[in-house]
Structure formats: C-alpha cells, structure tokens
C-alpha cells in the first residue's frame, strides 16, 4: 500500500510566526495532493490542493509548496493564528479513486 | 448547508453485536468513501463507491459492508463486531474520486468492548 509520512509529528509557533509542515509521499505516480485541518472532534476540513503539473499553489494565508523530485510536499501558513491550531495532514492520490493519508503533524500556536 | 451527516456521533457496542453507520450527503456527489482514524495512523480507507450501485475495497475493508443504492446515502455495516473495529468513522463525498476534493462529515466514535 502507499505511505504518506510527515517528518514532524508535532510543531509549536509563536502566533505571528510562519509555519511550514512537511509532509513526504511515496508514489511518484500521484498526480494529485491535498491538505486538511482537523480540529479536535471535528472531521478533516480541506485547506488547499495542488496537481502535479504544479510546483506551488498559494491560497489565503496558505502555500502549498510539491516537489516532485524528492517526493515532498510542504504547506506554510502564514501569521500562524490560534486559530490555526489543529492537525493537519497531507493526503496523496495515485492513478485511481484511492486517497492515502498521512499520520498528521499536530500544530499548537503559542500566544 | 448540511453536507455530509453522518449518525451516530457516539456508538458502544459489545463483541459480535452488528450495527450500521450512516452517511448522507446533500450535494449530488457521486463518490463517497469511507475511513477509519486510528492514532498514530492517520486515515484509512475502508470502502468506496463511484455511484448507485458500484462499490469498491479500500486499503482495510475486511469486517466491513456497504452498499449503495441511492446517490445520497452510503451505509458502513459491522456484522460482528471486534474491538479491533474500535476507531473513529468518517464518511467523505466528492463530485467525483481521482483528482477532487473530498468534503467529510463529523465523524462516528465507535467503541467495542
């Protein structure tokens, strides 16, 4: 089966700060990745995507940076907010309708 | 804007008993899937389908059932229940599978003693 890992499980930033969480992918047949945020008790929430044919994708106060090359996915946030305070997880799709998600990386924003 | 609903919230059941999960989404989405989320491991698929009538295995499917016979609903079904089964559920719908967004629902906590 696929793998998708994250190479921090948690991350603690001073509001105002940037965030970078990383995530590495193991199929370089994916054609297709996305970010989700999970608060506590609640289900994932889509953050952004971003398609292979793509180096970076930038959304509000968030990039997605894909490199092909080295199978690696990173997402920034930036002026990281309390709010922002979560798990997020990347989530991989090779050819196919199967999505494989990572461990998720737990992101505590410190006022 | 209702989405994908998923019920129960919160389910205890003994070893062996059955039971189902639902999900419903709103949106005319054909796919939905759904996943297991187990700590330290992320989410994992269990079972999927591409429209009415069509289902297909995920990555863990084994003690699991679905069906779909309307583009709305999506049923997870536990014969016989294991602690093993013992995770959070949660149901996803998208417009399609390869290559879309997928939207979930809040998630069913499930235990088994």
């Known amino acids: 089966g696929e793998s998708v890992g994250l190479h921090l499980p948690t991350l603690s930033v001073q509001e105002g700060d940037n965030s970078i969480i990383n995530c590495a992918y193991s199929?370089?047949?994916?054609?297709?990745f996305i970010w989700y945020k999970q608060e506590s008790g609640k289900g994932p929430q889509f953050i952004i995507d971003?398609?292979?044919?793509?180096d970076k994708r930038q959304g509000q106060r968030v990039t997605v940076l894909l490199n092909k090359t080295v199978k690696h996915l990173s997402l920034q946030i930036a002026a990281t907010q309390p709010g922002d305070s979560a798990v997020y997880f990347c989530?991989?799709?090779?050819?196919?309708?199967?999505?494989?998600f990572g461990t998720g990386t737990s992101l505590t924003v410190i006022p | 804007n209702a989405g994908v609903t998923q019920t129960p919230k919160f389910q205890v059941l003994k070893t062996g008993q059955s039971m189902t999960l639902q999900c419903a989404q709103d949106?005319?989405?054909?796919?939905m899937s759904w996943y297991r989320q187990d700590p330290g491991m992320g989410l994992r698929l269990i079972h999927y389908?591409?429209?009415?009538?069509?289902?297909d295995q995920g990555e863990v499917p084994n003690g699991y059932n679905v069906s779909r016979s309307t583009t709305e609903d999506f049923p997870l079904r536990l014969l016989s229940a294991a602690p093993s089964q013992t995770s959070v559920y949660f149901c996803?719908?998208?417009?399609?599978?390869?290559?879309?967004?997928?939207?979930f629902g809040a998630g069913t906590r499930l235990s088994v003693l």
């Open positions: 996803a719908s998208s417009p399609g599978g390869a290559g879309y967004i997928q939207y």
């Open positions: 199929n370089s047949a994916s054609d297709y």
């Open positions: 971003i398609r292979s044919n793509m």
């Open positions: 989530a991989e799709n090779p050819p196919g309708n199967q999505f494989y």
């Open positions: 949106m005319n989405h054909e796919y």
């Open positions: 389908s591409v429209g009415a009538g069509i289902t």
